[in-house]
């Protein structure tokens, strides 16, 4: 108890300076990839940055596992936290817990699970779509035979794949390109998977509060199920 | 509540105008698009409906904000409404509402949710996909390498695009035109959204009839959760 | 109550006819587009089988409106029903309801509502997209600028546009060889809606087994709702 | 009962075996498909380990079926074991067994129900694929006008076949490509509707618990229906 309860302050603690750590790894690897123009001091400058975050991620993995009390079992139940070290270009998806704290901070009620699970995954699928286009613009920048000529194509492509219509009027053809993408399909369902589950189970239970409100007229009064305003 | 009690009673009246003048602002800007032969007037006629139904809904919009006596919190709780200002081709969407009113008038019992939903997120595509096949044609209509020749190509992108389908035959190559388009692929993604989820809580909903219809044998006829009539 | 049961009976007995006339009209319109090589004989017997057969479904439909008693509400509360009349290409989906009828004749217990689900979704699916390839292939033929020069190009494309992956390597480019498409875009939606919410509420279903089974150690042997045999 | 206890236990023994033998089928198609420039006796060699693989299949089914002693309905109710002695290739989608068998003797608690389909659904996914990609890649090869020039491009059609996106940059040509192309379709959409499904009934499975949770507070602590550690 005593060691969750640690956990528990120190990931309160550490909250705000990952996120802005990741936003600051994401914002590195942005101008590392797109500022091609910038004299060799930036780009110097944005591998520190880089590397500096990375440096705290796993920093705080670290501390993470000890305050745990876990052994080897902590790296598997904590996988995604452990991907996250490895791969820190899907870092900046913990942001989505500091849009939870601020909330909590600030006393509003927490949004509805519906409403929640669908800005989880909008802002997951925007900063991963970002990275993603980053990371595969990359690689396609410069290949023979490429259609990926700027950014913007690259965003366009990410947009198209995460949204699983896949136009392919733009597509990556270096290996490493591919792989990225494959990453980004898998995201795309996932995606899919959110919205589709949200309003799946949004209708199911309106459904339960109309089989409740016919059984037992005049309950059914705000209870906040109904469709959302608009 | 009585301002809740009036607001109730400006949007009941409301609704049919304010439809209508979604229909003109949609037929309005169909034609500032399309019928680039007609002479100036008709043009400039069409410009009119369109900032005057841009207007009611403004006028709306305030009205609606002062009835609810909310201050700044209206804004964002009524997020659709505000979006819808600020970007009038969505408005046609509440025209769903209308028809809700109809079927509401006429005596007529409602559609069940299932059915509701579908004819809901049909309506609702039906007029984002025309909208945004009017807004990607405009913006591609003469872009060098554009594959969208005709406003019939324009309407085809879109329904390949609105069902996630994606060939790519036709696609946007404008900044502003994929822009567009981004927002129509996440109309896909809703309508799927929409779609499966109401097939899996009818599904489900069936199962749980069928499970209390075995558990007391006799009481589940005429419960109106079987398969649609064909 | 006897018109209901005098609706009844004629419904089973006309069952297998129909079904048979369904599969005429398939096979009357599959011979009139594909064998266009064969001498007029033919194809003017394959009008006739086509129109036979729809002859056979509108009389089945005055009949049935007849037996019902209802008036012009059972043209809306029948839609499918009409709609198959004015294009009877659908009318094969009524098929899926023979396999039913079959199944209950030889006493064998129902299949579980997923499985049906699953089933009628795969028959209506493949018996669609079958008409649909025939009748888009109808319409591409020979336009200029077509990929689809073969029958067999049309199935792939059909089977493409169902799954909602969507290639975009054979595509229509005859106005009404998209419209077609439209059409089959949704039925690859609704598909995609059976099978996913299939799935979803087998889950559900076999977690409520589980709490069930938790609760009340013993009674949840047999109950069915395990994961299909394999 | 004895025959059952006897099929179980037969299940039980042969499951190591059967599934080295599945990667060891797996193993010598890809052997016989890639490795085009190896000398012949290397070619028989993977096709004898081919045969040996499948003739150990159809034994375990031909005991299994014995042992059952159901006769021919063995054939239909054991549809996916049937198909899966005709069609070997998609014999490794067993080894998900494997992994359920491992993690049960090794006393550890089973995954939960949504953690195991996904797991099921992605090592079914990736097997398949690569199977698909085998398959396809061994028809397409040096067919006129195929974009499918390596291994890597079977792959990544595969992938993009297998999230429903669809590119189309990569496509089979041939009949029989587009034939297994249809399946790994039908495979894509089954992916999307387990995924999906897991999402919407965890969502589900959230909210009773917290539905419960307002009732009874002090209850739900510790149910395990929370989001998956990260």
């Known amino acids: 108890m005593t060691a969750d309860s ?16 990741s936003l600051a790894f994401l914002a590195g690897y942005a101008v590392h990839v797109l500022a091609t123009g910038l004299p060799d001091t930036w780009r110097d400058l944005s591998l520190s940055v880089l590397f500096a975050a990375w440096a705290l991620f796993a920093v705080d993995y670290a501390v993470r596992w000890r305050l745990s009390g876990q052994g ?6 904590h996988w995604l936290d452990t991907l996250v070290v490895l ?6 998806l913990r942001i989505v817990r500091l849009y939870e704290a601020v909330l909590r901070r600030r ?9 929640r699970v669908i800005v989880y995954a909008g802002v ?7 990275a993603g286009a980053l990371a595969v613009y990359d690689q396609e920048r410069g290949a023979p035979g490429t259609e990926m000529h700027t950014f913007g194509d690259a965003v ?6 995460l949204s699983t219509v896949g136009y392919g009027d733009v597509t990556p053809v270096t290996p490493m390109g591919r792989f990225i993408a494959v990453g980004l399909m898998a995201c795309g369902l996932a995606l899919l998977g959110a919205v589709t589950g ?3 189970s949004w209708l199911i239970q309106i459904f ?3 089989d409740e409100r016919a059984g037992a007229p005049g309950t059914g009064a705000g209870d906040g199920t109904g469709p959302p305003e608009s």
């Open 6 to 21: 640690r956990l528990i302050r120190w990931e309160r603690r550490t909250e705000l300076p990952l996120a802005l750590a």
């Open 72 to 77: 080897p079992r902590f790296v598997r139940q």
């Open 87 to 92: 791969l820190p270009l899907l870092r900046p």
């Open 107 to 115: 006393g509003e009620p927490r949004l509805s699970l519906h409403a």
């Open 124 to 130: 997951s699928t925007l900063l991963l779509g970002f």
């Open 156 to 161: 366009w492509w990410a947009c198209s794949t």
């Open 198 to 200: 949200s309003f799946s």
């Open 208 to 210: 339960s509060g109309e």
